[in-house]
Structures are given as structure tokens and as C-alpha cells.
């Protein structure tokens, strides 16, 4: 969509809605052009007392009133996801039950440890968990989601099997992709066609098939000179595979890196040959 062609404003992993308002009045206060702000990371929501996404209420009490306050100020909001179900709730049981779940060598639901949380892993493999993850996001797009930040790499765990029968490599990498196609047609199903309705994602582009679902990149980078180096390295490597769009990601939103004037200015310059900022 051509909004997301403008600049894309990061936030922290542990920002709320009162950081990203604030973030957005001081932007538009100072005369900043911007065009979406992201909540970074992959835990804007959660999955635990019923199947459907949550919003964290301690972070995000009223957040159709933030989604509203960021539209009237011609912001679009992106916000990161993963298919982790904790397996202490229900919804673990319950899609265990049904099969929707990534399986151990011993067939049964795998339990894997994901930044310090323990969960299952959605089998996207499995027609029917595929159908329901994407089917989830309509309530969130409807309350004012605008997209999602699907950049979440499968665990390196070599026990786990899908439905379909992959492992490792295999699995890995068409997870990947079935992750990915799920949310793009969530997003393609809710906004529709049109020059501004046109469905995003924001991969990690690490699998066969990403040049599909745009965006694409290399996920977080160190806000420094070799950061800078392997983006536009990366940058490269995702062109000559025929990516079509790829963001250039400036810094990182939960660290202060002390660089200088002059590699934010560099950087700045280097993301004119990007299809993106951000």
C-alpha cells in the first residue's frame, strides 16, 4: 500500500500505549513526516484464556482509543505477532487436542522455549490450523491493526514434526513460508484490493517463496557501521533473488548506540536506494 512507503517509526519491545501516543504527538508536534509506527518484537499480543488474540491489558488497556488517536493523525500502526501458545492455557490444550500444534518425536504437542517463554508452536502445515490463525486476525483489524510483523524464525529444535511430516531443514523453512502466507491473506481478506489496500507483511525473507509476500528484510541490525554494512549486503542478496521491496531498518529502537551525526546521516542516504524506511 503506498502508505507503507513513507517512514516507518520503531518502538520498543516494551513500549505501551502511552509511550507510542506520546510518540506520535511529538513527531507531529515537531513537524516530523512519518507514516507508521511499529511496535518491535513479537509479543504485542497474547494467546491464553480463550483462542483468540489478547491484548496485554497492563501495556494496552483501551487500545481501539489508541488505534483511533494514531488513524486521526494519519498514522498507521504494525504490530509484531508470534504463534507461540503458552502451555499453561487452555488454548494450548485445546489446539493440542486438535492436532494444531508442532509435535515431538514421541507425537505429542512439543513444548519449546521461546525468548524465556515456554509454548506450543502452530502447525501451519495442518489445513485447519492454518484457516483458524488467519481467521483470528480479523478482530484486530477491524479494532485498527493496519498490518504485522511476522519476522519470527522457527525454533532450532530437531525433535519437532508437522503435520505434514516435515523436519528440520525442510520444516523450517516451509513454516517459514506458510507463517507468512497465513497473515498476508488475513491482511488480503480484511483490507481487499486497491493501490492503498495492497496486503504487507514484514518477514524475515530467510525462506523459498518469500518474494510472495512483501516486506522482506533481515531482521534487527546493531546500530553501527557493520550494521549498516550487512543491510545493505542483505539488501543485495534479497534483490538478486527477485525480493521486490526490502526496508532499510536505521538503528535499534531498544538500545542507545552513541553513534555519531554522521552514520545516521550515512544511513539515512543509504536508505534512498531502499524500498522502505524505517
Known amino acids: 500500500p503506498l502508505w507503507s512507503l513513507g517512514t516507518w517509526i520503531g518502538q520498543p519491545i516494551e513500549a505501551d500505549s502511552q509511550q507510542v501516543l506520546q510518540t506520535a504527538h511529538t513527531l507531529r508536534e515537531n513537524g516530523i513526516a512519518a507514516d507508521v509506527i511499529a511496535v518491535n518484537g513479537t509479543s504485542t499480543f497474547t494467546m491464553k484464556d480463550r483462542m483468540g488474540f489478547e491484548w496485554p491489558a497492563e501495556r494496552f488497556a483501551q487500545p481501539r482509543k489508541m488505534l483511533t488517536a494514531l488513524h486521526d493523525m494519519h498514522l498507521h500502526f504494525v504490530a509484531g505477532e508470534q504463534p507461540l501458545i503458552p502451555t499453561h492455557s487452555p488454548a494450548f490444550e485445546e489446539m493440542a487436542?486438535?492436532?494444531?500444534?508442532?509435535k515431538n518425536t514421541q507425537g505429542k504437542a512439543a513444548a519449546v522455549?521461546?525468548?524465556k517463554h515456554l509454548g506450543g508452536i502452530v502447525d501451519f502445515t495442518h489445513p485447519e490450523a492454518f484457516n483458524f490463525w488467519r481467521d483470528r486476525h480479523e478482530g484486530l483489524f477491524k479494532e485498527g491493526v493496519d498490518a504485522f510483523n511476522t519476522?519470527?524464525?522457527?525454533?532450532?529444535?530437531p525433535e519437532l514434526r508437522a503435520h505434514d511430516g516435515g523436519k528440520g531443514i525442510t520444516l523450517n523453512r516451509r513454516w517459514s513460508l506458510l507463517f507468512n502466507r497465513t497473515v498476508f491473506e488475513a491482511t488480503q481478506k480484511f483490507h481487499g484490493e486497491g493501490i492503498d489496500k495492497r496486503a504487507l507483511v514484514v518477514g524475515k525473507g530467510n525462506f523459498f517463496g518469500s518474494q510472495c509476500y512483501p516486506l522482506q528484510y533481515?531482521?534487527?541490525t546493531l546500530a553501527g557501521w557493520e550494521g549498516l554494512t550487512a543491510s545493505i549486503y542483505a539488501a543485495q542478496a534479497l534483490g538478486a533473488t527477485a525480493q521486490p521491496c526490502y526496508p532499510a531498518h536505521i538503528g535499534r529502537t531498544n538500545a542507545h548506540s552513541g553513534q555519531d551525526a554522521e552514520f545516521y546521516a550515512r544511513s539515512v542516504a543509504a536508505s534512498v536506494f531502499f524500498s522502505h524506511l524505517g
Not at 97 to 102: E, H, I, P
Open 97 to 102: 487436542t486438535k492436532g494444531w500444534l508442532l
Open 113 to 115: 522455549a521461546v525468548d
Open 151 to 157: 519476522s519470527v524464525d522457527l525454533p532450532d529444535v
Open 218 to 220: 533481515s531482521g534487527e
